[in-house]
């Protein structure tokens, strides 16, 4: 027989928060003087919640989450206007050659992995460029002179072409 006390699988996580109905129900318990600890098994809550909603809601008169304090933002909406417009620029910048960017011609001291954060938030993802073929001068030179041989012809001239592809295919058989 599991009691309120030892089901593990149905109590509070760590970082979860409790709802505004739950924070109102402890209150009401509380009213009708009821105990941290009886709260605690009739509702299945911590009694360490328990305890912080009461005093929460003795302190300010509301259980609702206030904003909490945090570490300030390094990028100003001028910032980031700034590095919208430098990625629009040149995509393909590294986030450390942005990084250097902006930290001489604006002075802010911001690190590779803020910028990452920023333009990911932005819409901008980082992306491997796909391999391309390189055409070589004497290939081009190649390309023009069959393009200047059959620029007359016909359809049916080139209707007799064979085609080829260069792509690689592997087909499986089961």
Not at 68 to 92: A, D, F, N, W, Y
Request: proline residues 3%.
């Amino acid at each position: 027989m599991q009691t309120a006390s030892t089901n593990i699988c149905e109590r509070m996580g760590r970082s979860q928060e409790l709802n505004e109905f739950k924070n109102g129900t402890v209150i009401g318990c509380h009213l009708c003087n009821k105990s941290i600890r009886e709260i605690s098994l009739l509702l299945n809550i911590p009694q360490s919640s328990v305890c912080g909603i009461i005093t929460k809601w003795k302190q300010l008169g509301t259980t609702a989450t206030q904003p909490s304090s945090g570490r300030p933002r390094i990028m100003t909406e001028r910032g980031q206007h700034m590095l919208k417009c430098t990625v629009s620029r040149s995509r393909s910048l590294s986030a450390e050659s942005i990084a250097k960017d902006l930290q001489t011609s604006c002075g802010f001291q911001i690190s590779t992995t803020t910028v990452r954060r920023e333009l990911q938030g932005m819409g901008f993802h980082g992306r491997a460029t796909p391999p391309k073929p390189y055409i070589t001068k004497c290939n081009a030179m190649c390309r023009m002179q069959l393009c200047k041989a059959c620029h007359h012809w016909t359809l049916e001239q080139w209707r007799h072409v064979l085609w080829r592809d260069e792509s690689h295919f592997s087909v499986w058989q089961s």
